[in-house]
């Protein structure tokens, strides 16, 4: 009984990961969610597709700021790491910036080939982000 509670997190680490993990779904899994939206969305009304970005924004960005909030927590948690893992975290920071910058700069785009070079740069540094931070958690 005992051997297999250690196994488990304790409650501040579930705290602390759950809340990194929540944020990351909104923010990632959102986007994906947006781009099956989109078309259809188009085809209901021409403004559909932007009244659906206003109000996914809405719940994007206090994800993104939870994200960098419970990640500084992360790292003071967990950080004094190996050379490798400091490397994979700096690749990682390097994802987060391209992340937000781009959805940033999406968000404001004026042309569709600028919606689509940001989108697109945002969407696959999230997802890298992600995948690096799964690295990071062992
Ligand atoms: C786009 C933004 C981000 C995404 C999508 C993201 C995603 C993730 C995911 C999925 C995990 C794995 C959690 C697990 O497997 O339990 C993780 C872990 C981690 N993240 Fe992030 N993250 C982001 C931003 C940040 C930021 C800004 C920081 C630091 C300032 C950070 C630091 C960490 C650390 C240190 C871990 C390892 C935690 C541990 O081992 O307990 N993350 N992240």
Redesign the pocket.
Known sequence: MTATLNHLADGL?AT??TL??L??AV??GGQITMLGLVGPARGLASDAPATLARAFNRLAWPA?FL??A???W??Q???KGTTAWNAV?GV??T??LL??LGAYLHARATSKAQLAIWGSISGV??IA??A???L???
Do not use: I, P, Y
Request: aromatic residues 10%; proline residues 0%.
């Open positions: 680490t602390r990961l990194h993990v944020a990351a923010w990632v993104f994200l960098l419970t990640g500084l992360n790292a948690a967990v950080g975290f990682k920071m994802f987060v992340s937000g540094a999230s982000a992600l690096c931070g799964v990071l958690a062992g």
